[in-house]
């Protein structure tokens, strides 16, 4: 399987500050890595698709680059209602495969 | 809007089957547009994609699963179902069924997904 190695685990950020976190693959993925967002007791909302593509409805503070293994997502402006677990997802390789997950949190 | 919910027991005793059922309102499971997924999340390993079914009714599964897992699917009742067999404490977690869209373009993503549900495999 393709593993997808996320980081940092968590991080702690103010309101109005840049986040970035990356994820990178065990193998080439080309550009076929998805974002998600998930709030405590919600389902994952999917935010970027195909590395850089915004989801429709997603603020444009949200923002994803990357091709090969490495890969980076970033939110720019961080607001309180971004505060959830950030997962990437592989989608090049059977089986699809999720990174370990960022939480982030307002400091 | 399309919405899923995911439907079943709460509670699984070991080497029992697990079934769940995913009920799909606002688009058709037979739609050649999309693919229906499960994929399930515990704390130990994440979110793990345990397999789909396609428009044509095909599957495919996680090799992971050592081939305990069936998912189905009843057009006339627009829904989609897994069993998962020989059910283990290792198969405690939340499971969820997503509509995987972007096909007909080239991508392939999870743009909907379901509340997901609480399995827990206990004696």
């Known amino acids: 399987d393709t593993q997808m190695t996320q980081s940092p685990s968590s991080l702690s950020a103010s309101v109005g500050d840049g986040v970035t976190i990356t994820c990178q693959a065990s193998?080439?993925?080309?550009?076929?890595l998805n974002w998600y967002q998930q709030k405590p007791g919600k389902a994952p909302k999917l935010v970027i698709y195909?590395?850089?593509h915004l989801e429709t409805g997603v603020p444009s503070r949200f923002s994803g680059s990357g091709s090969g293994t490495d890969f980076t997502f970033t939110i720019s402006d961080l607001q309180p209602e971004d505060i959830a677990t950030y997962y990437c997802?592989?989608?090049?390789?059977?089986?699809?495969?999720f990174g370990g997950g960022t939480k982030v949190e307002i400091k | 809007q399309v919405q899923l919910q995911e439907s079943g027991p709460g509670l699984v005793k070991p080497s029992q089957t697990l079934s769940l059922t995913c009920s799909v309102s606002?688009?058709?499971?037979?739609?050649?547009?999309?693919?229906w997924s499960w994929v399930r999340q515990t704390a130990g390993k994440g979110l793990e994609w345990i397999g789909r079914?396609?428009?044509?009714?095909?599957?495919s599964y996680n090799p992971s699963l050592k081939s305990r897992a069936t998912i189905s699917g009843d057009t006339s009742k627009n829904q989609f179902s897994l069993k998962l067999s020989s059910a283990t404490v290792a198969d405690t977690a939340v499971y969820y069924c997503?509509?995987?869209?972007?096909?007909?373009?080239?991508?392939?993503?999870?743009?909907?997904w379901g509340r997901g549900t609480l399995v827990t495999v206990s004696s």
């Open positions: 997503a509509r995987e869209g972007g096909i007909a373009v080239g991508y392939k993503y999870f743009d909907h």
């Open positions: 606002g688009g058709s499971i037979s739609s050649g547009r999309y693919y």
């Open positions: 079914i396609y428009p044509s009714g095909d599957t």
């Open positions: 193998q080439d993925i080309s550009k076929y």
């Open positions: 195909d590395a850089s």
């Open positions: 997802q592989q989608y090049d390789n059977f089986p699809p495969t």
